[in-house]
């Protein structure tokens, strides 16, 4: 793989008594970073400051990023803590990988906590900081915090895909199949820029519409009949098509079923 390239190349600057630099070592720990191999990057660190040099924001965020992928949050935050008392100045990159790791260790308290100390510093927070407060929030099912962070992000730029079915799992995992339908509906009438042929949003959908037709709201039309809709729209998968045949048979609307084939 690409890492192990980069760190034999580091290797070798040492062998021929070349000089390493903090570029040189940022570079191969954001090749760690890749790779997902957050011990290796951790030793790089300890071998750059071994050296005599001096970590820079670069370092510290492509470091905590690979702390995050290795679900390492308890670490990536104590190494978000260092890059400040080292009298460095974090952007917006290491709030967001920051917050993207304490997702990745279900802290949705902390990605929501690290999201307002960015506003409030005013660091101009981006698509990619949502969508880790989000999916920090979707991986625990917080849906209501989840569908408040997709409507403050509406209110100031354009959600991708990545928003929608972080937004959408949140809400399908815990029934709450309405909100489901009003985020996918936005998706259908074009105004999200984003493609409804994306097969995740498609299975999330309809497995929450057949969820839906197992409660109080079994007979509401609504729920059989949307599913209906997204069908009849030929672009689900298999997973997708089989949940609307059970939403229909749930709402015991036999004659539903051969609008699907």
Known sequence: GQWQRALWLLARIGHVRLHRDVITCTAAISACDRGEEWELALCILEDLYSDGLQANVVTFNSTISALGKGREWQLA???FDALQRHAMQADIVTYNV????????????????LLAEAEAASHQTNLVSYNAAISAC?????????VFLFSSLCKAMQPDVITYN?????????DHWQHVLQL????????????????VAY??????LSRGCLGSVFLDPTSWGSCLFLQALGQASVISFANALSACGRAWRRDGHPKLL
Request: hydrophobic letters at 45%; a neutral charge.
């Open 77 to 79: 935050l104590a190494f």
């Open 98 to 113: 920051t917050m993207s790791a304490c997702g990745a260790g279900e802290q949705w308290q902390i990605a929501l906590q």
């Open 166 to 174: 972080a937004a959408l799992s949140a809400c399908g995992s815990t």
């Open 184 to 199: 996918f509906s936005n998706v259908q009438v074009g105004r999200a820029g984003v493609q409804t042929q994306d097969l």
């Open 203 to 208: 299975q999330v959908v309809s497995t929450a």
């Open 138 to 146: 979707e991986k625990v099912g917080r849906w209501s915090y989840a």
